[in-house]
């Protein structure tokens, strides 16, 4: 089934994405390769320097978010903001239909739906007037 919202939420260890309509909610969950690897330690690195971010995870994020036409990327820390990084260097068509990012903590998949399904009526309705 296609759906026209979708949200993402995001960290460093896992996105759920779930594509939602008023009665209907898909949801599928990605894994970084090494789930395991702490990307904000510095720890290990003769340079003191991040470990790079993992650029397959994030795309495989974006392939999971389809052809939703909108999408709104949350989550607790940088992960969320590591993703619109990854749209904008590489699925310009996909940051496109980002119509919001937000900090949102820890929610269960139903707060999470609800979340996002207020949001989008919040934006629908400053959109009409």
């Given at each position: 089934m296609s759906h026209?919202?979708?949200?993402?939420?995001?960290?460093?260890?896992?996105?759920?994405?779930?594509?939602?309509?008023?009665?209907?909610?898909e949801k599928s969950i990605?894994?970084?390769a090494n789930p395991h690897q702490h990307l904000q330690h510095k720890r290990g690195s003769v340079s003191g320097a991040r470990e790079p971010e993992d650029q397959s995870f994030y795309h495989e994020v974006?392939?999971?978010?389809?052809?939703?036409q909108e999408i709104l990327v949350v989550g607790p820390g940088q992960a969320k903001l590591n993703l619109i990084k990854h749209m904008h260097a590489?699925?310009?068509?996909v940051e496109n239909r980002?119509?919001?990012v937000e900090t949102v903590d820890?929610?269960?998949?139903?707060?999470?739906?609800?979340?996002?399904?207020?949001?989008?009526?919040?934006?629908?309705q400053m959109i009409a007037q």
């Open positions: 026209y919202h979708a949200v993402v939420w995001i960290d460093h260890s896992e996105a759920r994405i779930m594509h939602i309509s008023t009665d209907d909610v990605v894994h970084p974006v392939e999971a978010l389809g052809s939703t590489h699925d310009h068509d980002v119509v919001g820890h929610p269960g998949d139903g707060q999470l739906v609800n979340f996002a399904r207020k949001y989008f009526v919040a934006k629908d």
